[in-house]
């Protein structure tokens, strides 16, 4: 994901510093509306890849929780509480906490 945001924070960068002004000095108008609409198509682009990757990521943790499921049937429970991004980046904290419910 910070690839992706780095990806996108070119995008809010002034354009005004690259723009040369023509005879009538309306140019830059339309040179501003061109360029914007070139990097809004980059940046729907990102965020649809964006978008694929989590969804991926969601899936890949949702196979894991079932995983755990099967493991620890007594923590249900505590599964059935805990959001699918928990399990991707605090799944160290979860499982220690379905061990200290199977234990008991």
């Not at 061109?34 to 990097?39: Q, T």
């Not at 943790?61 to 605090?90: I, V």
Request: charged share 25%.
């Amino acid at each position: 994901m910070a690839s992706y945001m780095s990806e996108l924070d070119h995008f809010v960068n002034p354009m005004s510093n690259h723009v040369i002004s023509a005879e009538t000095h309306n140019q830059s108008v339309n040179s501003m509306a061109l360029v914007s609409a070139r990097l809004k198509t980059e940046a729907v682009e990102i965020l649809q890849m964006m978008a694929v990757d989590l969804r991926l990521l969601r899936i890949l943790a949702m196979e894991e929780a079932g995983k755990l499921w099967e493991q620890y049937p007594e923590a249900t429970n505590l599964l059935e509480k805990t959001e699918w991004y928990d399990l991707m980046f605090l799944c160290d904290e979860r499982i220690a906490a379905l061990k200290e419910v199977s234990c008991r």
